[in-house]
């Protein structure tokens, strides 16, 4: 693989060069948005993965593959089928929300998100509420049963508040499932490290992402906040997603398929955003997006792969301290 990806042009005036040279406010019939290479992000400027339609396609994409990972389940926990509550923390769409109210017609299901996508038809046991997750959430101590996220990378900062509200919000025994899809890239054979698979992609990601104070890959550091917050119970359950055409087994080549349809998308629309924000020139972003592409999809040397992390905790069943906020 190549080790001296070439780093992206910054533009030409580095005076010129920041936020507000590369994203701009815009405005249309739903109300004020950050645009950036095109692409409609959250007013706030908080959020740094875009709602537009493009993004909503994606979404539902991604929902298919997840699914296909958890063998067409909705969940990686096995739920009581009299499931009374259920929160859908970072709902987009809402066609987990939706799905899951036919799986379970007894359940009430909260969606909530930041951005106002969601269709207008709704399941009479589906509602959302439009709010910032990282807020306190309109909802009781001791609420829910079951508490999902999923896809929220991209748009929090502080992942052990989360994880402790949702700690509170569920009831005694209640679940908590976290779903993310890493955005490092991995090797098959292990030749290489992941470091040396698009390196200087992986590596300005990383430092771009922690400027504005964000992990952009935390999937793994979930245990550790789980543990923390009070949970008990905590699993995770890797899923390999191939990129390219080395997969020989017939189920990660159905993955694979689904993968090269959305791995370019989700590289690009995780990262748009950031890169923009920092002042880089959209012609910069898009060459760097085609090396990454050269080097996972033409490369004969390595067999590249993402990874889906479901992981799954239980609040206990008697807590004499609740973990603080």
């Not at 987009?92 to 930041?114: N, Q």
């Not at 400027?211 to 793994?220: E, G, H, K, L, S």
Request: net charge negative; hydrophobic share 35%; glycine share 6%.
């Amino acid at each position: 693989m190549s080790q001296n990806e070439p780093e992206p042009t910054r533009a030409a005036n580095e005076e010129s060069c920041n936020s507000s040279a590369m994203v701009h406010y815009a405005e249309d019939e739903s109300g004020q948005y950050l645009e950036a290479y095109g692409h409609k992000f959250h007013a706030s400027g908080n959020i740094y993965v875009p709602f537009d339609e493009e993004e909503q396609r994606h979404m539902h994409a991604r929902h298919k593959l997840l699914r296909t990972c958890l063998g067409g389940a909705l969940t990686s926990t096995r739920l009581p089928p009299d499931t009374k509550t259920i929160v859908d923390i970072g709902t987009g769409t809402g066609v987990w929300a939706i799905e899951m109210a036919a799986r379970y017609p007894g359940s009430t299901i909260m969606g909530i998100d930041i951005s106002k996508i969601q269709s207008s038809v709704v399941p009479g046991n589906v509602r959302y509420l439009i709010a910032d997750i990282e807020q306190p959430w309109e909802m009781a101590d001791d609420y829910a049963d079951f508490v999902h996220m999923r896809d929220i990378t991209g748009g929090i900062r502080n992942w052990p508040g989360l994880v402790s509200q949702a700690f509170r919000k569920l009831k005694p025994g209640g679940v908590l499932e976290m779903t993310e899809m890493r955005t490092t890239i991995h090797d098959f054979d292990g030749k290489f490290d992941d470091a040396d698979i698009c390196p200087s992609f992986t590596k300005l990601f990383r430092t771009l992402y922690e400027r504005v104070n964000m992990d952009f890959d935390p999937a793994p550091k979930f245990p550790e906040w789980l543990h923390a917050a009070g949970f008990e119970n905590v699993k995770q359950r890797m899923e390999i997603l191939p990129i390219g055409d080395w997969a020989k087994d017939d189920q990660l080549r159905q993955r694979q398929k689904l993968v090269n349809n959305l791995v370019m998308q989700y590289l690009g629309h995780h990262s748009t955003m950031i890169f923009a924000g920092a002042g880089y020139e959209q012609k910069a972003f898009d060459e760097q997006l085609s090396a990454i592409k050269r080097e996972l999809f033409d490369s004969q040397q390595s067999k590249p792969y993402v990874m889906a992390v479901f992981t799954t905790a239980r609040r206990p069943t008697t807590t004499s301290d609740l973990a603080p906020l």
